[in-house]
């Protein structure tokens, strides 16, 4: 079956100095702009862009998983660093 709901992750640093991330959503092949945010990142040092997108994705998947509300596909941007971590994410939150 295809994905009806597909859910991609960045991470990106405003003006160098405020670590945000963001989400964009679609639903059915379209652009979900209820779903979309914008997060802070909280808890990371500036520059860990690593730190910020397990905490994007740990704040998000927690919260998605509790209301049964995961979506089909996530994508994270990046490289093998990132993918990792969103690995692990998935892994200790027990998201199969």
Same mark, same amino acid.
């Given at each position: 079956?295809?994905?009806?709901?597909?859910?991609?992750?960045?991470?990106?640093?405003?003006? =160098?100095? /405020?670590?945000? #991330?963001?989400?964009?959503?679609? %639903?059915?092949?379209?652009?979900?702009? @209820?779903? $979309?945010?914008?997060?802070?990142?909280?808890?990371?040092?500036? =520059?860990? /862009?690593?730190? #910020?997108?397990?905490?994007?994705? %740990?704040?998000?998947?927690?919260?998605? @998983?509790? $209301?049964?509300?995961?979506?089909?596909?996530?994508?994270?941007? =990046?490289?093998?660093?990132?993918?990792?971590?969103?690995?692990?994410?998935?892994?200790?939150?027990?998201?199969?």
């Amino acid at each position: 079956r295809y994905p009806k709901r597909i859910e991609c992750f960045d991470t990106s640093n405003i003006s =160098g100095t /405020d670590p945000v #991330a963001s989400l964009v959503a679609f %639903t059915d092949a379209e652009k979900d702009s @209820k779903r $979309t945010r914008l997060f802070k990142i909280k808890t990371v040092p500036k =520059g860990d /862009d690593y730190g #910020a997108m397990r905490e994007v994705l %740990t704040r998000h998947l927690t919260r998605a @998983k509790e $209301t049964d509300d995961l979506p089909d596909l996530v994508i994270v941007d =990046g490289g093998k660093g990132q993918l990792s971590v969103a690995q692990q994410v998935f892994k200790d939150l027990d998201i199969a």
